[in-house]
C-alpha cells in the first residue's frame, strides 16, 4: 500500500524496493522471495485480477473458496481488501470487487 498520511507527515521511509513480480529487496540488504509481489503503484484491479478472480471463478462453478489478507499492523490488509474508497470502482478493494 502507499504510504499512509501520518507516515508521510513524520518522514516516514519505504523499507522496501519490489525487485520483480517476486521478490523485495528489506533495508537494501536482505532479499525474500515470494509467489508475487505488487509494488506500492500497483492498481486494485490489477491485485484483484492476480489474486482473486480465480478463486472467485471457482466459488461460481460451486467450490470453497478464500481469499486471506495476512500480515502485521498496518502492512496494507485492510486497503487491500476493502480499499481506499467504496465510492469510485477503481479504488475499491478485493472484497467490493467480488460481490
Do not use: W
Not at 501520518?6 to 529487496?25: A, F, M, R, T
Not at 486471506?68 to 496494507?76: E, F, I, K
Request: one cysteine or more; proline letters at 5%; charged letters at 20%.
Amino acid at each position: 500500500r502507499p504510504q499512509n498520511a501520518l507516515e508521510l507527515s513524520q518522514g516516514g521511509e519505504v523499507c522496501i524496493d519490489v525487485k520483480g513480480p517476486g521478490e523485495v529487496l528489506v533495508n537494501q540488504s536482505t532479499p525474500f522471495t515470494f509467489d508475487h509481489v505488487f509494488a506500492t503503484e500497483a492498481t486494485q484491479a490489477e491485485v484483484y485480477e492476480t489474486t482473486a478472480v480465480e478463486v472467485v471463478e471457482s466459488v461460481l462453478d460451486g467450490y470453497n473458496g478464500t481469499v486471506l489478507a495476512y500480515g502485521q499492523t498496518s502492512s496494507g490488509k485492510t486497503h487491500t481488501m476493502e480499499g481506499p474508497s467504496l465510492d469510485a470502482a477503481e479504488l475499491m478493494g478485493v472484497v467490493p470487487r467480488m460481490v
